[in-house]
């Protein structure tokens, strides 16, 4: 420990070993702040890379999404092009049906009168005569309607 004294008994010497704690002391303080940086850094880092995962995560979703999105669309235009045309094929057959109403009704009316024509040929036949007043058996109306001609 003598060494250590006579090393230390000059001002110069002393003032050289202060200023090398003093250097230590400082080094300390600097390692830490720069640990501490360091540490900063690494959890910054962390998040970011959190972060940047999750982004990852949702953009996937979103492009899963606006798919099933697409597919929805395709298939609901689909469905109204589907519509479309059912409701076309309704409007024809509607107008079809019409038609082959118009025409029941047109030959009704011939054989109505073609029938009464051959009833006052031949007013005994029970053919011609009975269609004037046969009726349906369960109902008790007749078969055709001879008062409705406005069809």
Do not use: C
């Not at 360091?38 to 998040?47: N, R």
Request: glycine share 2%; proline share 2%.
């Amino acid at each position: 420990m003598d060494n250590i004294f006579q090393f230390l008994s000059s001002k110069e010497q002393l003032a050289a070993a202060l200023l090398a704690i003093i250097a230590v002391v400082i080094g300390k303080f600097i390692e830490k702040f720069l640990k501490k940086d360091v540490e900063q850094l690494d959890k910054t880092l962390a998040v970011r890379k959190e972060v940047r995962d999750e982004l990852t995560v949702l953009q996937n979703e979103v492009r899963t999404l606006r798919e099933e999105a697409d597919t929805w669309r395709a298939k609901y235009w689909e469905q109204v092009q589907l519509n479309t045309q059912y409701q076309t094929n309704l409007l024809q057959l509607q107008s079809e049906l019409n038609d082959v109403k118009f025409e029941m009704q047109e030959y009704r009316r011939h054989n109505i009168l073609l029938t009464e024509k051959l009833a006052k040929y031949f007013p005994d036949d029970e053919f011609h005569r009975g269609i004037h007043e046969s009726t349906h058996p369960i109902s008790g109306e007749h078969p055709i309607d001879i008062t409705d001609t406005s069809e």
